[in-house]
């Protein structure tokens, strides 16, 4: 896919740079297998937590885990948005991969920079707290993500696990 984004894009002037970002799950039994590149994120909201399962691609996440920025400046950083690893990209674009195991009540969402870069994480959580459905939860996070200012284009995927889920825990 990243190959042809690439040919695409050398095509036509317009799409230079072209690329895209990936957030994706595979359900299996009691499993997500979790895949991502760039700056779309996988959460997993447990008892009321919210867990971030990805790392930004990103040159402002690279900053943060060297210590270079502090978390306070990254929101403002003017490379918050330029993106390390992405779909298009020059040379092999490389996933992280990750297994995480689902118990009954777990949901898992599936975002764009869109939801994330308007949202914060607390937002976030009180909204997958209070949707009863996926779908509710899915049109209250993009409409505080458009409240925000919406600057982006916004995706989000809320994923339930219940008891009819193959292979889950009762």
């Given amino acids: 896919m990243s190959g042809q984004l690439r040919e695409e894009a050398k095509k036509r002037p317009d799409l230079a740079g072209m690329g895209a970002t990936v957030a994706l799950a595979l359900l299996a039994g009691r499993h997500a297998h979790i ?15 919210l867990q971030q399962l990805t790392a930004d691609h990103t040159v402002t996440a690279a900053l943060l885990h060297l210590g270079e920025i502090e978390e306070k400046d990254a929101l ?17 674009a490389l996933p992280d991969l990750r297994v995480v195991e689902l118990r009954v009540g777990d949901r898992l969402l599936l975002c764009s920079d869109g939801l994330t870069g308007m949202v ?5 959580a009180q909204v997958l707290r ?16 458009n409240a925000a200012g919406g600057r982006d284009n916004v995706s989000a995927i809320v994923i339930d696990i219940d008891s009819t889920a193959p292979g889950t825990d009762r």
Avoid: K, S, W
Avoid at 76 to 92: D, I, N, Q, S, W
Avoid at 120 to 124: A, T, V
């Fill in 120 to 124: 914060p994480d607390r937002r976030i």
């Fill in 130 to 145: 209070r949707q009863r459905t996926p779908e509710e939860a899915c049109e209250a996070l993009v409409a505080a993500a």
């Fill in 76 to 92: 403002g950083h003017p490379a918050r948005h330029r993106l390390t690893r992405y779909v298009g990209m020059e040379g092999e």
């Fill in 35 to 49: 895949a991502h590149l760039g700056d779309g994120r996988a959460y997993l909201f447990r008892r009321g937590r």
